[in-house]
């Protein structure tokens, strides 16, 4: 049996874009999700839109009896943005506010932990227009915008998460093309990266100014980088992914400043953002309470063994290559590998590195495409979800056992939801969505999930 410390936590977690629907209803504006889809929809996966989504807007009483039945002590929501502030002139939107606050209400009568974050890469399209992460008015906004929040919630709110996965938007919208206004340009995608950090970390303060007694933190996506091999080109691939994909937003988030070798490299290319000395100050006396740590996949590198040519744009795979390990274990649906014991790695890395800062996983899970071919006696049963938690858990344990400062555990996700370019391809949920009716249904993991609560723990 493995079972965890007393008041541990067990839930999921899901984002407003991806859950509530109505995007076009009741005084809400359009993010960049709404408008790209209006744009060019053959980006998304059968041509679905974010206009609809789980529709949790339509049905949140309902659902958060769901919340009950799969057995949640946890969630993990986001707020709108522009549907809480639809427009430029900062107003608040009172039939968002109405929403949010019966949402909320109903999960706190179930005696829920609630934790609320802040950006779950959904920009107002009215700041995508002057430029997104990439200009310094956004983070006003954005600052505006959080302080609107703590004080129309935070008597329902357990805990505040200033953004999710936020390097996940830098690479997205500025490097890589899956996210609008899917542009490569590296000096944009810095420039976006500090005015988030610096976004998140006001916005900190601003909690703490106005005497926020919950917790504040940030949610990262931390994917540790396993080199190919000891030889020293490889383990310094490594070192340098790291930093890029880790220690970018942890360091600064948990410590109040950068890397050193960080600020080499991006020097040493020129690149270095925009930003002042105050801006500075504000990151390091604004350090996070508590870190949400979402979990999928590892990366493993390798050195880069090409020559650059002198002009040749920047890109961090000139210091790292990504490295296609044969035999690796993969989710053939998503395409990411399965790597159960990188979330000990992360849980040590935290306590060793990071003063063993509190933590809990806020994203782990598996998407599966054609779930349908699993259905039995009217049930999903999807036993692989159920195996791919227990794996995690295991050395989530492991972890615990030894020292680290882990709270809970919350799978991605709740009911089936909308995936940004994917939309429904595969499915997360531990409740089933029917595309067509709208009706929900408990999968085998729900009930799974349900036990492992009320047991703190479970049969290995
Ligand atoms: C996380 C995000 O990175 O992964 C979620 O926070 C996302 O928003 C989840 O849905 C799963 O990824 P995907 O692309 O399969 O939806």
Redesign the pocket.
């Known amino acids: 049996m493995i079972k965890f410390p007393q008041g541990f936590l067990y839930g999921s977690a899901t ?1 407003a874009a ?1 859950s509530e629907g109505a995007a076009n209803l009741d005084g809400k504006s359009e993010n960049t999700w709404d408008f790209w889809y209006k744009e060019d929809p053959y980006k998304f996966h059968n041509l679905i839109g974010p206009e609809k989504t789980t529709d949790i807007y339509h049905n949140y009483e309902k659902d958060v009896e769901l919340l009950e039945k799969t057995g949640h002590s946890v969630f993990r929501t986001s707020i709108g943005w522009s549907r809480l502030i639809p427009a430029m002139d900062g107003e608040v939107n009172p039939k968002a506010v109405k929403f949010y606050r019966d949402y909320f209400s109903k999960i706190k009568e179930k005696n829920i932990t609630l934790y609320i974050n802040l950006f ?2 959904d920009m107002p399209m009215y700041l995508m227009d002057i430029g997104g992460w990439t200009n310094k008015k956004t983070v006003e906004a954005y600052v505006s915008y959080a302080k609107k929040c703590f004080e129309l919630f935070d008597d329902l709110v357990d805990g505040w998460f200033t953004f ?2 936020p390097i ?1 938007h830098v690479q997205c919208q500025y490097m890589s093309g899956h996210h609008y206004p899917a542009e490569v340009n590296p000096q944009k995608a810095i420039q976006c990266a500090f005015y988030t950090q610096l976004a998140s970390s006001s916005a900190i303060k601003a909690y703490r100014e106005m005497d926020g007694k919950k917790k504040i933190g940030i949610i990262l ?1 931390l994917t540790p980088s396993y080199p190919r091999s000891d030889n020293v080109g490889d383990l310094k691939a490594a070192e340098i992914s790291e930093l890029f994909n880790t220690a970018s937003f942890l360091d600064p988030s948990v410590k109040g400043y950068y890397p050193k070798e960080l600020v080499d490299i991006i020097a040493n290319e020129d690149l270095l953002p925009e930003y002042t000395d105050q801006d500075l100050q504000i990151i390091k006396e604004n350090t996070i309470d508590f870190l949400g740590v ?1 979990y ?1 996949q590892p990366l493993r590198v390798m050195e880069n063994p090409y020559l650059y040519k002198d002009n040749a744009m920047f890109s961090p795979g000139k210091y790292y290559m990504g490295y296609d390990m044969p035999g690796k274990r993969m989710n053939p649906y ?1 395409g990411w590998e399965i790597y159960p014991k990188a979330l000990y790695d992360i849980a040590i890395n935290i306590r060793d590195n990071y003063g063993n800062i509190e933590w809990l996983v806020t ?1 782990n ?1 598996m ?1 599966v495409e054609d779930e349908e071919r699993f259905r039995k006696d009217g049930q999903i049963q999807d036993d692989y979800r159920i195996e791919f938690f227990k794996e995690h858990l295991y050395w989530l344990s492991k972890a615990i056992e030894e020292g680290a400062n882990c709270k809970g555990y919350q799978v ?2 709740f009911i089936d ?1 909308w ?4 939309a429904y391809k ?1 499915r ?1 949920g531990l409740v089933e969505l029917d595309l067509k009716t709208g009706e929900r249904k408990i999968k085998k993991s729900g009930e799974w999930f349900y036990e492992l609560r009320k047991n703190n723990g479970f049969e290995l």
Request: charged share 15%; aromatic share 22%; with cysteine.
């Open positions: 984002s991806q779950h890469f999710n996965e996940v996506n979402n999928y998503r994203e899970g998407g991605w996700t939801c995936s940004w370019l994917n595969n997360y």
